[in-house]
């Protein structure tokens, strides 16, 4: 009796496998699991993450599971640091420039150097901080929300700190200038470029 999976494969009464097609297709032998390019050879597709390394791969990758992932997450949280600075630099100069030599008024430069910083974060955590290779139609959208997220927050921590426990607003931007970006890294790291 041949049986047909749902990935297309035709299975004989041996355990033997052959691609789905109206011709006669040679039989391929049975794919175990834990050889996957014998699952390729018989037409199944794989995700590269699903498959099994050979032997000799099966140990560097079971020594490399044990080893912490401290140290790739310590250096990616370096690295958005760094695009955080340069957002904020790229903003504060924009500011500056608009303000002491195109004449503009603080708020307007500003906003405009807020949209500045805003693309070189996005670029910067899209291409380094993260490296992923999803489109922007995916990650700008995501990164918007967090990027709201993050303002709400900050203006939920300004006013509990200056209107309800009345401490000094730059103290109580410090507290924030904390919690936002962590919030964000988070965020950013666990949905936006995933």
Request: charged fraction near 15%; include cysteine; charge should be positive.
């Given at each position: 009796?041949?049986?047909?999976?749902?990935?297309?494969?035709?299975?004989?009464?041996?355990?033997?496998?052959?691609?789905?097609?109206?011709?006669?297709?040679?039989?391929?032998?049975?794919?175990?699991?834990?050889?996957?390019?014998?699952?390729?050879?018989?037409?199944?597709?794989?995700?590269?993450?699903?498959?099994?390394?050979?032997?000799?791969?099966?140990?560097?990758?079971?020594?490399?599971?044990?080893?912490?992932?401290?140290?790739?997450?310590?250096?990616?949280?370096?690295?958005?640091?760094?695009?955080?600075?340069?957002?904020?630099?790229?903003?504060?100069?924009?500011?500056?420039?608009?303000?002491?030599?195109?004449?503009?008024?603080?708020?307007?430069?500003?906003?405009?150097?807020?949209?500045?910083?805003?693309?070189?974060?996005?670029?910067?955590?899209?291409?380094?901080?993260?490296?992923?290779?999803?489109?922007?139609?995916?990650?700008?959208?995501?990164?918007?929300?967090?990027?709201?997220?993050?303002?709400l927050i900050n203006t939920a921590v300004l006013?509990?700190?200056?209107?309800?426990?009345?401490?000094?607003?730059?103290?109580?931007?410090?507290?924030?200038?904390?919690?936002?970006?962590?919030?964000?890294?988070?965020l950013n790291s666990l949905w936006t470029f995933?």
């Open positions: 009796m041949i049986s047909e999976d749902n990935e297309g494969i035709r299975h004989g009464p041996a355990g033997d496998t052959a691609p789905a097609a109206s011709g006669a297709s040679p039989p391929y032998p049975a794919a175990p699991p834990h050889v996957p390019w014998r699952a390729a050879a018989a037409g199944r597709r794989l995700r590269q993450d699903t498959m099994t390394a050979p032997t000799e791969h099966a140990e560097h990758a079971r020594r490399s599971s044990r080893r912490p992932h401290g140290l790739r997450d310590l250096r990616r949280l370096v690295r958005y640091g760094i695009s955080g600075s340069t957002a904020a630099a790229v903003h504060l100069g924009v500011l500056t420039v608009l303000v002491e030599v195109a004449g503009l008024r603080p708020v307007v430069a500003s906003a405009i150097g807020f949209l500045c910083g805003f693309v070189v974060s996005y670029l910067l955590q899209r291409r380094w901080v993260f490296a992923t290779d999803l489109t922007h139609g995916f990650t700008l959208p995501r990164f918007v929300v967090v990027i709201g997220l993050g303002l006013w509990l700190g200056t209107e309800y426990l009345e401490h000094h607003y730059a103290l109580v931007q410090l507290a924030a200038f904390v919690v936002v970006p962590l919030n964000n890294y988070v995933r």
